[in-house]
């Protein structure tokens, strides 16, 4: 279905999703990553709507989580145990039990303490848990800052200087078997030459290890292939194929290691917009501004990060004007966009604001105690 087409008689706002851009992206990443036999867990977090979740389990993704409820909601949706992943610098004890209890196929972990809780916990539950090492690789992945996670300054990981000093630590615990190791750079990265520094810097781990004569049989690259907000219509699938290849060139993989990714935003991004009716025109002196019915509790992008997302009206054709595009929410930051080219705009068209199938509803809240979006499918 057309953005133009859209039914006027919804309730906005609202996500809606084009599943058949879905679909036709999941076939890509598959055919990319199948050629190397890589594979894909979707990133939870991204956007946990449970129809667009059965989709993807539904082609054969695994699932990567973030907190317990990402768990539950993953096995829910169809993702099998044996395909979930579950990562995060401070999961508590009823996540790691409730993970536990699920059998799901591997904890990244942050820290020491981390695995000491969890082997104490799965002592108490008697079961052995397969953990990988989430390793701060110190790799710079020239994003935004608050998504940048592989450098030494974040919280994320394990610090390469304490790597040693971990391993040899956790392989005395008896109920953790180290399975692999876990990176995960940022998000938003759209220059492969930082995914090449983290190929480079792996192998050198890995040579390390080695040396040591110890070899895992799993790594685990995260996610973080960016999309392009600018232009989502001349390119709404991301170069999955760059993407892999980058991998397959660079990383020195030992017999039989099995490769790991977790994409999010790259998978869902661009199937989904936020869809907005026009409240009002307001005349300021030096601009206007379109008010939306949707606010920065719909969308948070743009107030959180900057963040750029095209914004169209598909309801108007007239000539075009400049606005500020703002939501009603009781904050200034409450702004999808500056000086932002619409066709002339009026109370009642309707708005959509693209590629926001990422970290749109998942991060959406009820500030204001307004309303949370709804979601509407393209099939
Ligand atoms: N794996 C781990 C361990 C992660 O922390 C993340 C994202 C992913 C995978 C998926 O990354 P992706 O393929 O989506 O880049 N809310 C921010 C993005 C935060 C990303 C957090 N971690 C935004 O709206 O831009």
């Given at each position: 279905?057309?953005?133009?087409?859209?039914?006027?008689?919804?309730q906005t706002p609202y996500y809606y999703y084009n599943i058949e851009l879905l679909e036709e992206t999941l076939r890509l990443v598959l055919d990319e990553?199948?050629?190397?036999?890589y594979h894909v867990h979707y990133a939870i977090k991204a956007n946990a709507n449970p129809v667009l979740l059965k989709l993807i389990s539904g082609q054969g993704f695994g699932a990567d989580c973030v907190s317990g409820n990402e768990v539950s909601c993953a096995l829910e949706c169809g993702f099998p145990a044996n395909q979930v992943v579950y990562a995060g610098v401070g999961k508590s004890d009823q996540e790691i039990e409730l993970a536990l209890k699920n059998d799901i196929f591997c904890f990244n972990c942050e820290s020491l303490p981390e695995i000491e809780v969890i082997n104490e916990i799965a002592q108490r539950m008697d079961k052995k848990v397969r953990i990988a090492i989430r390793v701060n690789p110190n790799v710079d992945a020239h994003t935004h800052h608050y998504i940048t996670t592989g450098i030494e300054e974040n919280k994320f990981g394990v610090y390469l200087y304490d790597l040693e000093h971990v391993i040899t630590e956790l392989v005395k615990l008896p109920h953790i078997e180290l399975i692999g190791l876990h990176f995960h750079i940022g998000s938003q990265i759209t220059d492969m030459t930082a995914f090449r520094g983290l190929c480079i810097r792996a192998n050198e781990i890995q040579a390390k290890m080695k040396e040591k004569g110890m070899v895992l049989p799993h790594i685990n690259f995260g996610g973080g292939l960016g999309i392009d907000y600018q232009s989502p219509e001349t390119n709404p699938i991301p170069d999955f194929k760059a993407y892999f290849e980058t991998f397959a060139k660079f990383f020195e993989p030992q017999p039989n290691q099995q490769i790991h990714f977790e994409l999010g935003r790259s998978i869902i991004a661009q199937c989904g917009s936020l869809i907005s009716k026009v409240l009002y025109i307001k005349e300021g002196k030096k601009r206007k501004f379109a008010i939306l019915d949707a606010g920065m509790n719909d969308l948070l992008r743009p107030a959180l990060y900057q963040a750029y997302h095209k914004i169209e009206n598909i309801s108007s054709d007239k000539l075009e004007e400049k606005y500020d595009?703002?939501?009603?929410?009781?904050?200034s930051s409450d702004c999808f966009g500056k000086d932002i080219t619409l066709n002339a705009t009026q109370r009642g068209d309707m708005i959509a604001i693209r590629s926001a199938g990422a970290y749109g509803e998942t991060m959406a809240s009820r500030y204001n105690l307004r309303n949370l979006p709804q979601s509407l499918f393209s099939k």
């Open positions: 279905m057309q953005l133009s087409s859209l039914p006027s008689n919804i990553s199948k050629r190397y036999n595009v703002v939501g009603p929410i009781c904050e």
